[in-house]
Nanobody, 119 residues
């Protein structure tokens, strides 16, 4: 079965950087879109950034200018470069991948990786 495995999270001080990675295992096709979502304590999961198969990106307003999403050539791995981290970025970050099926889609989620930013 398809597995999304995240890595790169950790505990850092404000102003430092992290680079998250998400590798899609046992995948013999390309995803139409991949992205990152976050879930902070006591809040709902929300969008951070997405990237489509043609390279189109979208970012939430809170991370524009600080975070950069990218993918590898095979589109089976997605990265999130997180610069100028702030305490409010603290959350569990989840990798997401979507495969379109003629107007519908199937979606996969990773297990999440914790990012903690201290002041």
């Amino acid at each position: 079965q398809v597995q999304l495995v995240e890595s790169g999270g950790g505990l850092v001080q404000a102003g430092q950087s992290l680079r998250l990675s998400c590798a899609a295992l046992k995948v013999r096709f390309s995803f139409n879109a991949m992205g990152w979502y976050l879930q902070a304590p006591g809040k709902q999961r929300e969008l951070v950034a997405t990237i489509t198969s043609d390279g189109t990106t979208h970012y939430s307003d809170s991370v524009k200018g600080r975070f950069t999403i990218s993918r590898d050539t095979a589109q089976n791995t997605v990265y999130l470069q997180m610069n100028s981290l702030k305490p409010e970025d603290t959350a569990v970050y989840y990798c997401n991948a979507r495969r379109n099926l003629y107007g519908n889609y199937v979606e996969y989620w990773g297990q999440g990786t914790q990012v903690t930013v201290s002041s």
